[in-house]
């Protein structure tokens, strides 16, 4: 899917009310998830896979580095999502407690 088409899907779902279901089916490509889309970056690719446990933590250290519109916190809170929804352990628990 270009981005063109990608473009076209989003607004297609905003004027058909299917907002709640935007944000999960357009981090999908290819049988993975992504946590970045391609219009949230200026490679207009997908970034950030997170299909198990490994990519959580991974993605979780690589957050504020790149190049992409997302504020890091909501790619914080995408990947955090996204290690719920796998039943992974919360990437910002560094194991002190705290």
């Known amino acids: 899917m270009n981005r063109s088409e990608y473009l076209d899907s989003i607004l297609g779902k905003a004027l058909n009310g299917q907002l709640g279901a935007l944000d999960k089916a357009d981090h999908e490509n290819d049988g993975s998830w992504y946590a970045i889309t391609p219009d949230e970056n200026s490679d207009d690719e997908y970034k950030f896979p997170i ?9 979780w250290d690589m957050a504020g ?19 719920n929804e796998l ?8 194991g002190d407690g705290e």
């Open 87 to 94: 039943d992974c352990d919360n990437p910002d628990d560094d």
């Open 51 to 59: 299909d198990n446990c490994s990519d959580v933590d991974d993605a």
């Open 65 to 83: 580095h790149g190049d992409y519109s997302v504020s890091e916190s909501t790619l914080q809170s995408r990947i955090q999502d996204r290690a």
